[in-house]
């Protein structure tokens, strides 16, 4: 049975957000706060959807499979992939007070990341071979980053979406860190979705651990939660981190944010008991399985966040 009441908190297991044809349905009004929205629509073998963006911009972005979006009178053809663990994906910008229809022929499942906005910006083909892919952190908080949504990389209103690859046993999101105030040049007020799939292995399910404490602001978000695949998190406020990777799993998320702010910008300000762990990194190696995979035509980059 689904339901479009408000979540009752702040992490939301697998089919506890479903609705209708959406596997993950998260709208401002259920999580409470004001700009950022994620569903994850299931489409079978030959199937279709219908969508009204509304007030605001989305990015459809598949997460295993292909499909075709057509809107604004232009029809984009996304290759998307086998799953979030094989490769970038390519995907496509829609613009608010806009109509598409997203149609798959041989079926798969599908990232709609999305924010209120005010501008109306073109619909747009972003290619896997234009995502960056950076290499965060250094030993076990080494993690793969996929900024296909990226301020400074793809241009929107307020959306900023990327993804997230921790190989197993792995800290990621770490040191915890926040944006939940609006300071100029020090940091961003973002609300943000964390949708996570993690790896199975040897037949079993994977499982992973996410935190947030609260940081003195907002709702005094307190988490601490065993996530498995199809599980969200959401967090208006609070240092969030560590995600946490547990041995022999690998662990995907999904971050979407959105703010009030007129700049689109990450700007995040990290926990000052734990913040020190950036020094030690200079001095260790990056895990030595990432990158996971690369953009193709793409080498990856490294960066100290």
């Not at 915890?176 to 961003?188: L, T």
Request: with cysteine.
């Amino acid at each position: 049975m689904t339901t479009t009441d408000p979540f009752p908190g702040f992490h939301v297991q697998a089919g506890k957000a479903a609705d209708g044809p959406y596997a993950v349905d998260i709208t401002p009004e259920r999580a409470g706060w004001g700009y950022s929205s994620l569903r994850v629509l299931e489409l079978p073998p030959g199937g279709s959807h219908s969508l009204v963006t509304g007030d605001s911009e989305w990015i459809v972005l598949p997460l295993s499979g292909g499909c075709t979006v057509i809107a604004e009178g232009e029809t984009f053809e996304l290759h998307g992939r086998e799953s979030v663990f094989s490769g970038v994906s390519d995907f496509v910008y829609l613009p608010r007070d806009s109509h598409a229809q997203i149609a798959s022929g041989a079926g798969g499942r599908f990232a709609l990341t999305g924010a209120r906005c005010e501008r109306r910006l073109p619909a747009r083909y972003g290619p896997a071979s234009a995502v960056p892919v950076e290499l965060r952190g250094s030993g076990n908080c080494s993690r793969q980053v996929n900024n296909f949504g990226a301020a400074g990389v793809f241009e929107c209103d307020k959306l900023i979406a990327v993804e997230v690859l921790t190989p197993g046993g792995n800290w990621s999101s770490y040191p915890p860190h926040k944006h939940d105030q609006c300071r100029p040049g020090e940091e961003s007020e973002l609300e943000e979705i964390y949708y996570f799939e993690i790896a199975e292995a040897h037949g079993n399910e994977g499982i992973g651990y996410q935190r947030v404490s609260p940081s003195g602001h907002g709702r005094g978000t307190d988490v601490l939660a065993e996530v498995r695949s199809g599980d969200t998190v959401l967090i208006p406020d609070g240092w969030h981190g560590p995600s946490i990777a547990a041995p022999g799993h690998d662990m995907y998320y999904l971050n979407v944010m959105a703010g009030p702010e007129e700049e689109r910008a990450w700007l995040i300000c990290d926990h000052p008991d734990h913040g020190w762990i950036r020094s030690t990194w200079p001095d260790q190696p990056v895990d030595p399985r990432l990158p996971l995979y690369q953009a193709p035509d793409q080498a990856s980059a490294g960066d100290p966040r």
